[in-house]
């Protein structure tokens, strides 16, 4: 227990955890450099764990846990103030368009993008928070929006705070409290001496307390090494013309690519553009243009109301868009930023976990998912002051793609989830579980597939899986290989699922389908193929289906909602590499969703020219397995799966008809 701690950011965030502890009986000092352009300033203050879409799993768990504090949180600042923060639990309402209704995707959409299984017929949402409103439903109960309208999703839990009135009375009753608050602070340095934080470094002079807390949002990373950067939204705000008396609107609006907040005090804001431009200011016409555009679409009368203010903010932004939380390499200092989307929503969990831990010593297991490390073998931030861990290996794939100094990369993002590594591998086939472990660290994969039936039978290679593997850094793909029909590939599926859950893969809904009948070439049924993927669709998986390369059927597997296709390059086993290239070419095309060519590689030259091409990712199993030095022919796939990405992304020179010199005739010396 410190007694002295100095918080660094005069966000919310920091705001809330320096109340916190305050009142626990700490001693307090907060340093930020200006609140007005912080994410605490530009946000709208929804609440909004169930509009947003906060996939289940632990950032659900921590924003839920917070959206129930928020009531008592926001009555005990205003109570000690007598400063309203603006708290009301008014509910936001999702609709959706009409586009929709005529789309033949329209159940998928809704399906993908509510993050249900529900489809458009009256129901509750499976995460137990939105309920799907009828057309007549939605207009009668808001009356206002677009004709365009056709029905959309309700989620009562959700609400709103004014940000700005919040972080008012938030400075308000850190004042009442006696905590030091300095403004205008910039943070120059970190002074660390054994893995301590010895004082702080900044403009007005060096600081120094027993504790510190990292809370500087997107400016984080100007004074440590950690991902966070800044993504800037741009925003607006209307107001009620006077003529019209009662409020028009008493709940949030959240539709695509706008939400509109209505404020009691008759301001509407409209939020927000999400750019990754730096920390660029300024509002934009193409911005506003487009947030307009959209507000009017949804809520049509908004077009003659008054503009009363434009601003902007940068939302403070990891590479899994989680927020970072908990201990850091330094035993005095605690992080708590990175908060994205969710800074407001997350304020006064972060700040209960935090005190917890630094005046509790108590550490949430919550805290586990959102603890730095995650970053460390992921990040392109080299973190000078860790100790790496024992199983960090500067040879990862991932350090690798970190070394692409000339290009920007996306990461690879299947249903939501993303991946820094686009090679995956087996367990398939191994002579021994150690080289399997040797090859899938040397590979640097984040997901490994696994054949739920091989489990069921603890065939060789599959004894012990649970503990072969680390399950906390490995995404497992469970595959439904041995599969014949439809119906068993759905059975299979279902297992698999459970089976990752046993893993500690809560969240894990991914299934790789394989509904293969002909046991001599393992070509997969693509009729089956179809049915199980609609039904696992259904059902909410994440389908990952394995096709020959069938562009017309990779084409229906996509429009009925799988979140990549798989398409063979060779049959299963079989090492011929890029048999099916001119199809694998037409697929990658005409795709929306990420392809990974599975299947038939043999060699790293077969698997850097599928990624030439623009494959998304590989699958590659049996090329390593059974090569005769498996760890090392996994490296190599690792190295050439990231050259292959790295000369999609750089461009390959035209192919020309004859010779041409490289040297230059002009300017040469003529005889
Ligand atoms: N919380 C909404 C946004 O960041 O735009």
Redesign the pocket.
Known sequence: MSSKILILGSGVIGLAIAVELQLRGAQVTLVGRDINGA?TNA??G?L?PGA?QIPAGSMQDLCRRSLYLYPEWTRKIEESTGENSGYWCCGILAPVFKELENSKQNTKFVETYRGTSQTLEAGKQSDDSGYWLNKEAIHQYQPGLSTEVIGGWWYPEDGQVDNRALAKALLTYSHSLGIDIKEGVIVEGIQQRQGEVIGVQTNIGTLSAEHYVLAAGAWSNQILPLPVNPRK?QMLSLRVPESITELPLNRVLFGENI?IVPRRDRRIIL??T?EDVGFTPGNTPVGIQNLLQQAIRLYPELKDYPIQELWWGF?PTTPDELPILGSSPCKNLTLATGH???G??LAPITAKLIADSIWEEKSDPLLSDFHFSRFLERSSTNIPMLTHPANFSPNSAVADRQNIQYLEDSLLKIAGKTFQSRLMTGTGKYRSIEEMQQSVIASGCEIVTVAVRRVQTNAPGHEGLAEALDWGKIWMLPNTAGCKTAEEAVRVARLGREMAKLLGQEDNNFVKLEVIPDPKYLLPDPIGTLQAAEQLVKEGFAVLPYINADPMLAKHLEEAGCATVMPLAAPIGSGQGLQTIANIKIIIENAQVPIVVDAGIGLPSEAAQAMELGADALLINSAIALAQNSPAMAQAMKLAANSGRIAYLAGRMPIQSHAIASSPVSGRINE
Do not use: K, Q, T
């Open positions: 994410a946000a709208a929804m909004a947003e939204g939400y939020g927000a999400s939302r994205h989307r969710n407001i929503l």
